[in-house]
């Protein structure tokens, strides 16, 4: 997927960690890419953006037909991507849905700043 050398990418990092490192930027826009707890090859990287005090926590699926990268649940019509670093280029310059299924609210970001896990 050509994430390794990526600013962005947070190999070692689990989901307590990275949501950890973005409310602490507490900046909307922060973002990061760390491999899904699940470890599961159609998924195999979540994307975590901090927004509104929230953090929110996106699967990338991995399509295995078409070789390419799509975020969240499988949809009709869906952006597709050839690389996940194509997702955040694609996504610093246009907005990204930011769905919370508890409040059942819509919002939206571009991904800013990239936050680091030390």
């Known amino acids: 997927a050509g994430v390794h050398s990526k600013a962005w990418y947070a190999a070692t990092c689990d989901r307590k960690t990275a949501e ?4 602490r930027s507490n900046k909307d826009g922060s973002f990061l890419i760390r491999r ?11 994307l975590v953006v901090f927004y ?3 953090v929110y926590n996106i699967p990338i699926r ?23 670093a ?9 907005s990204l849905v ?16 990239i936050v680091r896990v030390s």
């Open 52 to 54: 509104n005090r929230r």
């Open 62 to 84: 991995f399509i295995e037909s078409t070789r390419q990268y799509a975020l969240g649940r499988e949809k009709s019509g869906e952006e597709r991507f050839d690389s996940v």
């Open 98 to 113: 930011l769905i919370d299924s508890q409040n059942n609210t819509k919002d939206s970001t571009k991904l800013k700043h």
């Open 20 to 23: 950890d490192a973005l409310y």
């Open 36 to 46: 899904s707890s699940g470890q599961d090859s159609r998924q195999p990287y979540t």
């Open 86 to 94: 194509e997702i955040v280029e694609n996504h610093q310059h246009t």
